[in-house]
């Protein structure tokens, strides 16, 4: 199975900077048919999570521009331009490249220093 | 707009079953799938499964073949998820969503339910 590991699991962000958080996979996430299906969710405290990004950089509607995907391969990458007070939360990384498990990072905390 | 409402939170013993409904709205209910995700207490997202609300196929998580089954009534556009033996490590807050097969992605989901297992 493909093992998603994200870094840092906390992330201490301070108001109005920017913040970067990595997910690498054990395997490629490109699938047989030229994709890469890794999306990125975000959940709020008490709340359930959120589609932000998907397949790697593609914004979810009503999400902020301040939110950009990228990478390729094995390795991703979720930056927050200008870090605001409601971004508090947990991000998850996840797979959908191996068809049919799909796999979850192990979240990220941001919060606010 | 899309809506998923989930059913409420349930309280089972070890062994019993339990089954989840989740009711869409705001779309047509065939044209995509459901996934089926977990999170215990205070830990991160656990996928479960899914299933085409067009076919009815589904696609389970290793861990859980045999004990789980989802399924959907297209006459309602409500989905199911059953779980069956359950034991104390299934409590945790169960939540659908909307899977869209072109980009493999949830986009929108339930407001989850909680289930305790507890003898």
């Known amino acids: 199975d493909i093992v998603m590991t994200q870094t840092p699991l906390s992330s201490p962000v301070t108001l109005g900077q920017p913040a970067s958080i990595s997910c690498r996979s054990s395997?490629?996430?490109?699938?047989?048919?030229?994709?890469?299906?890794l999306s990125w969710l975000q959940q709020r405290p008490g709340q359930p999570p959120r589609l932000l990004i998907y397949?790697?950089?593609n914004r979810f509607s009503g999400v902020p521009d301040r939110f950009s995907g990228s990478g390729a391969g094995t390795d991703f990458t979720l930056k927050i331009s200008r870090v605001e007070a409601e971004d508090v939360g947990v991000y998850y990384c996840?797979?959908?490249?191996?068809?049919?498990?799909?796999?979850f990072g192990q979240g990220t905390r941001l919060e606010i220093k | 707009q899309v809506q998923l409402v989930q059913s409420g939170a349930e309280v089972k013993k070890p062994g019993a079953s339990v089954k989840v409904s989740c009711k869409a709205s705001?779309?047509?209910?065939?044209?995509?799938?459901i996934s089926w995700v977990r999170q215990a207490p205070g830990q991160g997202l656990e996928w479960m499964g899914w299933?085409?609300?067009?076919?009815?196929?589904?696609n389970y998580a290793q861990k859980l073949q045999g004990r789980v089954t989802m399924t959907t009534d297209t006459s309602t556009s409500t989905a199911y998820m059953e779980l069956r033996s359950l034991r104390s490590d299934d409590t945790a807050v169960y939540y659908c969503?909307?899977?869209?097969?072109?980009?493999?992605?949830?986009?929108?989901w339930g407001q989850g339910t909680l289930v305790t297992v507890s003898s």
């Open positions: 969503a909307r899977l869209r097969f072109l980009e493999w992605s949830t986009d929108y």
């Open positions: 705001g779309y047509t209910f065939t044209s995509y799938g």
């Open positions: 299933i085409s609300a067009y076919n009815g196929n589904t």
């Open positions: 395997q490629s996430l490109v699938h047989s048919d030229g994709n890469t299906y």
């Open positions: 397949k790697i950089s």
């Open positions: 996840m797979q959908a490249t191996q068809f049919p498990q799909n796999t």
